[in-house]
């Protein structure tokens, strides 16, 4: 089950293909360093190309947007029981009292 990195030359330019055993399948590699040993910065931060960094940003804001969200309705929530007489306007905002709670004002 090994993995096999093969360079290939092709039209002047170098093309890193990848051989898997098991699956018995190729596929290209972006390297993350240049044959000279320096980091290749675009690989690292693109994944190799602008559509895997698009869509890894995109996963990233909607997780950041998510959370952002979430910890402002939990601060809006506390804060309706840390100022007098906001719990009234706060249960008209959340939504209607449940049933197993009473609230007596």
């Known amino acids: 089950m090994a993995t096999r ?16 055993d098991a699956l018995e399948s190729f596929k290209v590699v972006k390297p993350w360093k240049n044959e000279d040993g320096t980091l290749n910065w675009f690989n690292i931060l ?7 960094l698009i869509i890894t940003a995109f996963i990233i ?4 947007g998510t959370l952002n969200e979430y910890s402002t309705n939990i601060q809006t929530l506390l804060d309706c029981f840390e ?12 939504g209607p009292e449940p049933n197993q709670f009473i609230i007596n004002p």
């Open 83 to 94: 100022v007098p007489g906001m719990l009234s306007e706060c249960i008209e905002a959340f």
């Open 61 to 64: 804001l909607v997780i950041l």
């Open 46 to 52: 693109t994944g190799g190309s602008w559509r895997n």
């Open 5 to 20: 990195i093969h360079k290939i030359n092709l039209e002047d330019k170098y093309v890193f293909v990848s051989y898997n």
